[in-house]
């Protein structure tokens, strides 16, 4: 039986993501990529749809409900997601790693006994597969790039690293493949794996750092000052 | 990114039709024109195939010389395929 909250996590970790993601349109370096981390972001948010409404049906709440009526504390997204990406290194970074957990953990959930959670699965590890490949281009790109491209590169991925670990928790299972599959980038992007503490992340558990409030008073703005507004 | 070259972007639509000129982007290299092709032209279930090519790889007909190139053609009309009748019930012509 799938509980509430770990559907939440999921479901929390795309939306949080898909805001963040959003953040870039218009301010992309160009007009392809701004399409581009549109396109991600809205792919995480119909992620984040799907599952906000499945668990609303153990919770008996909406997925409007869900998305824009919960405070932070109530929130069970990773903090790797929920932290500022207003740099494109940290953002290609930061993908990298958030959609290489993803496609492992979708593709072990398209055979889960529960059969929405396998059916949402379905079609997110497509999504997934294909923000892991844009993230891998760059992340490539960039490390194998200029001498300065190089170097901010490591600085961002050495900025998200300490974050990786809380992905796993609960599920440690999918770490050796998630690795496997980020080293491989890393080194084909002549970058080095960093050698970084990680972060004891709380998310899961309701504890955020102080920037998932300030993502969420702009998020859930419009629909708490005007409860019910459509378009 | 403002050196990035221009690529021009050919989208088949469904399988056995051919690909058609959708419009051109700026990529850094062939791979991530693909991509971006796929993210520009492809988001409404647009295509099923993409090509892309370095628009400096094209060769153009010169529009000055439109007349020498095109005029020629406009009174042949014994080119046209309409000089004898297609007998009743002939369905693969």
Same mark, same amino acid.
């Given at each position: 039986m799938t509980s509430a909250d770990y559907v939440l996590g999921l479901a929390d970790d795309a939306l949080v993501s898909a805001q963040r993601m959003g953040w870039w349109i218009s301010r992309a370096p160009q007009l392809e990529e701004d399409l581009a981390l549109a396109n991600i972001g809205l792919d995480q948010l119909g992620q984040a749809r799907s599952l906000l409404s499945y668990a609303g049906t153990m919770l008996d709440r909406t997925e409007d409900d869900l998305a824009y009526l919960r405070d932070d504390r109530e929130f069970r997204n990773v903090w790797l997601v929920e932290r500022p990406q207003t740099d494109f290194g940290v953002t290609m970074a930061r993908l990298l790693l958030f959609s290489a957990w993803q496609r492992e953990l979708y593709a072990a959930l398209v055979t889960s006994s529960d059969a929405t959670l396998a059916g949402i699965a379905g079609k997110a590890v497509k999504e997934v597969a294909y923000h892991l490949d844009h993230a891998s281009q760059w992340v490539i790109r960039l490390g194998d790039g200029t001498d300065e491209s190089h170097s901010r590169m490591? &600085?961002?991925?050495?900025? *998200? !690293?300490?974050?990786?670990? *809380? %992905?796993? *928790? /609960? &599920?440690?299972?999918?770490?050796? @493949? +998630? %690795? &496997?599959?980020?080293?491989?980038? +890393?080194?084909? @992007?002549? %970058? &080095? +794996? $960093?050698?970084? @503490?990680? +972060?004891?992340? /709380?998310?899961?558990?309701?504890?955020?750092?102080?920037? =998932? /409030?300030?993502? =969420? @008073? *702009?998020?859930?703005? %419009?629909?708490?000052?005007? $409860? /019910?507004?459509? !378009? | 990114m403002r050196d990035w070259p221009l690529w021009e972007v050919f989208v088949r639509s469904r399988r056995g039709l051919s690909h058609v000129h959708v419009g051109s982007l700026h990529a850094p290299d062939a791979e991530m024109a693909l991509r971006n092709a796929r993210d520009v032209y492809t988001r409404r279930q647009e295509g099923v195939s993409i090509w892309v090519l370095p628009s400096a790889e094209i060769v153009a007909s010169d529009p000055g010389e439109r007349d020498a190139f095109f005029e020629p053609a406009a009174d042949k009309v014994y080119r046209h395929p309409t000089f004898y009748d297609v007998p009743e019930g002939v369905e693969h012509l």
């Open positions: 490591q &600085a961002a991925l050495d900025a *998200e !690293w300490p974050y990786l670990d *809380e %992905l796993f *928790e /609960g &599920a440690p299972e999918l770490r050796p @493949a +998630v %690795l &496997a599959r980020i080293e491989q980038v +890393v080194a084909e @992007a002549t %970058l &080095a +794996v $960093p050698e970084v @503490a990680p +972060v004891v992340g /709380g998310g899961r558990h309701g504890l955020h750092t102080e920037h =998932l /409030g300030y993502l =969420l @008073a *702009e998020m859930q703005h %419009l629909h708490r000052s005007h $409860p /019910g507004a459509t !378009w | -």
